[in-house]
């Protein structure tokens, strides 16, 4: 699509967002209750793990979905991606053991490894070419609330019914998403049936290089994440307030409004100009949780972390699109959610390893991750003096 005065509102483009707002849902309605869940079974000493496996299948799988993506379809991805969150949903209550629970967390992170790669890849295709950073932005807006209400609604099945209920219910969320995608009509212009051989991966199908650049500053900028789910419960009762869960929904609120014109900024001044100001928005956010000890500092980093992401994620998300050949989306998609996932686990690793029960050094984590976001910001005044894939935006002036 390239008729740039179209609108993005099609009823693709609407489904795709819905599908992804269940999913997301399925999945994030289950992480506040897994550790105490785990810790009754006598696993307490495993609760790192719970993130830890999911990302890692979620990670090993992007080479394959991005591939799979490009080959036989976007549908047919982001149908697999729902399926394993269903069939999980359903395992939990079965396999009750610690070996069985950590067992089906592998498994359940090959369901982010798939839908979302493939969903960002029928994104682009569903939408005109100048108008990606926006869709990117409403899109994420879906996904994110989905990630936001998950929890809370987790939280109140466990609270009124059971953790066997929740498992269930995250099941038909994903049934729900997965009965959208198949109403849904596959972009792939010339797609291929599935064949064993297909997951047989060449040297260059683990990673686009074309996307390299915006993977540079995806784990550069993401390693902040990583420390903050990880550090940011502790430290929000260190400075005195009781709602461990404050942080992530002020800064989630911020996240969400400011999409519905970050993304089309990015098709407006340019996917890099945006890209900058984000990662300098982080840095600021990060020195602020660091430097003011206090709830009004905490809650104003809050606020600009939100909005920095909110402006960041669209604006690379299309800017991955705009490197990346028509027939390689999935497969670039792919590369940049490798780095994502790359840099939370770095972020959470390590600042779990350093602080550990010392939460006075939790400052000196937050001045790190502004650190690694600085030298992301670095590298990409760098690329801009390169030679790069023009966007949309960039092409029409040239005209």
């Not at 600009?304 to 390689?328: E, N, Q, R």
Request: include cysteine; charge should be positive; hydrophobic fraction near 50%.
């Amino acid at each position: 699509m390239s008729d740039p005065q179209k609108s993005i509102y099609t009823l693709p483009f609407l489904l795709v967002c819905f599908s992804s707002f269940l999913f997301s849902a399925s999945f994030n309605m289950l992480i506040p209750d897994l550790p105490a869940y785990l810790t009754s079974m006598g696993g307490a000493e495993f609760k790192g793990l719970i993130i830890a496996l999911f990302t890692l299948t979620a990670g090993i799988s992007r080479p394959f979905s991005g591939k799979l993506t490009d080959k036989i379809g976007r549908v047919p991805v982001m149908a697999v991606g729902s399926l394993v969150c269903f069939v999980c949903g359903f395992l939990y209550p079965i396999l009750t053991s610690i070996a069985g629970f950590l067992f089906l967390r592998l498994i359940h992170g090959f369901s982010t490894g798939f839908k979302p790669t493939a969903t960002s890849a029928y994104v682009a295709d569903s939408v005109p070419a100048g108008k990606w950073g926006e869709a990117m932005g409403i899109h994420g807006v879906f996904f994110s609330t989905g990630m936001a209400i998950g929890p809370a609604i987790g939280s109140a099945i466990t609270q009124f019914y059971s953790i066997n209920v929740l498992f269930y219910c995250s099941s038909l969320f994903a049934l729900a998403s997965i009965l959208i995608i198949f109403n849904m009509k596959e972009t792939l212009p010339s797609k291929q049936r599935f064949k064993p051989s297909l997951l047989k991966m060449k040297r260059n199908e683990w990673i686009n290089k074309q996307a390299m650049p915006a993977f540079w500053v995806t784990i550069f900028s993401y390693v902040s994440y990583g420390a903050i789910i990880t550090l940011i419960p502790d430290w929000t009762l260190r400075i005195g307030i009781a709602n461990k869960g404050i942080f992530f929904m002020v800064f989630t609120i911020a996240s969400l409004l400011v999409r519905f014109v970050a993304g089309k900024s990015s098709d407006k001044f340019g996917r890099k100009p945006i890209i900058k100001f984000s990662m300098a928005l982080l840095c600021l956010a990060l020195l602020c949780l660091g430097i003011f000890e206090t709830a009004n500092g905490f809650l104003i980093g809050a606020v600009i972390y939100g909005v920095a992401t909110g402006m960041l994620s669209p604006a690379v998300s299309a800017w991955t699109i705009d490197l990346s050949d028509a027939d390689k989306r999935g497969l670039a998609v792919a590369t940049v959610y490798i780095a994502l996932e790359a840099g939370i686990g770095l972020g959470a690793f390590f600042s779990g390893w350093y602080v550990g029960s010392r939460i006075e050094n939790t400052p000196l984590v937050f001045y790190a991750a502004a650190i690694a976001n600085f030298m992301g910001l670095v590298y990409l005044y760098l690329h801009s003096n390169k030679k790069s894939p023009l966007s949309p935006k960039d092409k029409e002036l040239e005209l």
